[in-house]
């Protein structure tokens, strides 16, 4: 069975620093795809950025980039210039192929890390 | 503007009232899917559809079931509600076969049991 590993619970960052949220993950597939979403305390979750596991480069989306090492199994998240409306959790999941005649494609989170920025 | 629709952002019910959580997406999307989110938990997969009438249990599928009538809505239903279902609900809905788009998300509805 696929899993994600989210270990930290809640960071604080002041305001303009880089930060990175760690993920590890753990499967047998060789093929499989990573995602980092973010939620606000509204509620919705808004996703970030994708990596594949056969993307040799890391993804980026303007400030946001996907630090992939296959081989330690790691999909860090890193946060350049934190802004204050970064301040939200933050969850790491994992494409779980399920149904492949059906094409449905379940995802499996991580615990979450609460990102606060400190102005 | 794509969209994920919850029928309600928050809502108090009382133990044993069965209970209607409603999702409607207007992206045509095949694959809808509902996961509760818990804290140190993170989202975890109750069910999901991946065509009209069809459907599959997730990791946690005790205590809920799932009707699926129209492709564009996928309601989740608490026959028996208990405190323990107090948590925050998410639908979220996918293309068929889309290996790497993400899933959308609706809003989500806080439930409360009491």
């Known amino acids: 069975a696929q899993k994600i590993t989210q270990t930290q619970p809640g960071m604080f960052v002041q305001e303009k620093e880089a930060v990175t949220l760690d993920c590890t993950y753990d499967t047998s597939d060789q093929s499989y795809g990573l995602f980092w979403y973010k939620q606000p305390s509204s509620g919705e979750m808004i996703f970030l950025i994708y990596?594949?596991?056969?993307?040799?480069q890391n993804a980026t989306e303007g400030r946001y980039s996907l630090n992939f090492q296959k081989a330690r199994k790691s999909a860090n998240l890193v946060i350049s210039a934190s802004q204050l409306g970064d301040s939200a959790m933050y969850f790491c999941?994992?494409?779980?192929?399920?149904?492949?005649?059906?094409?449905?494609?379940?995802?499996?989170f991580g615990q979450g890390t609460r990102l606060t920025i400190n102005p | 503007d794509v969209k994920v629709t919850q029928s309600s952002r928050y809502l108090v019910k009382r133990t044993g009232e069965k209970v209607f959580l409603e999702c409607v997406q207007d992206m045509d999307h095949e694959n809808m899917f509902w996961y509760r989110q818990d804290p140190g938990l993170g989202l975890r997969l109750i069910y999901f559809s991946y065509d009209v009438k069809m459907k599959e249990k997730g990791d946690i599928p005790e205590g809920y079931s799932v009707s699926r009538e129209k492709k564009e809505r996928f309601s989740l239903i608490l026959e028996s509600a208990s405190t323990n279902q107090t948590s925050m609900y998410l639908c979220?809905?996918?293309?068929?076969?889309?290996?790497?788009?993400?899933?959308?998300f609706g809003p989500g509805t806080r439930l409360t049991v009491l």
């Open positions: 990596q594949g596991s056969y993307d040799e």
């Open positions: 999941a994992m494409r779980d192929l399920l149904l492949i005649i059906q094409g449905a494609q379940k995802l499996v």
């Open positions: 979220a809905s996918t293309r068929y076969g889309s290996g790497t788009s993400e899933q959308f």
